[in-house]
């Protein structure tokens, strides 16, 4: 019984969204991974912002696609065809949440922005 409880706090735990990551953690461990240069390609911190770019944009194609289905306005209308983001947009989206607010913005705020400014609805 008592295994069956963890196991569904676990699971419970699982399908919530993942927390994003403040700017200012992101910017510092990519300024990190760009001072290890080809070597970045080892560090477990590469994935992870990977990841957290990656959860980022499946949250906020599934916040859009609620907007829509549910006949409110989206914070961005991309192309049908979806969008390409490189590192520099996604450095870029970063960069442009000013210094004072970065330890209190977390990424998929960085990420809607930029997306609005880009493709506005």
């Given at each position: 019984m008592r295994i069956g409880m963890i196991v569904g706090v676990a699971l419970l735990g699982a399908a919530t969204p993942a927390a994003a990551m403040p700017v200012s953690a992101f910017l510092a461990k990519a300024d990190t991974l760009q001072k290890k240069g080809a070597m970045a390609v080892f560090s477990s911190d590469l994935k992870l912002l990977m990841n957290v770019v990656k959860q980022d944009f499946a949250q906020l194609r599934a916040e859009r696609l609620a907007a829509k289905a549910a006949q409110r306005p989206a914070a961005f209308c991309p192309p049908e065809?979806?969008?390409?983001?490189?590192?520099?947009?996604?450095?870029?989206?970063?960069?442009?949440?000013?210094?004072?607010?970065?330890?209190?913005?977390?990424?998929?705020?960085?990420?809607?922005?930029?997306?609005?400014?880009?493709?506005?609805?």
């Open positions: 065809g979806g969008v390409k983001m490189t590192n520099k947009d996604i450095m870029d989206a970063m960069q442009a949440v000013p210094a004072s607010s970065r330890p209190s913005t977390d990424t998929r705020d960085a990420l809607r922005s930029y997306m609005a400014r880009r493709f506005p609805c």
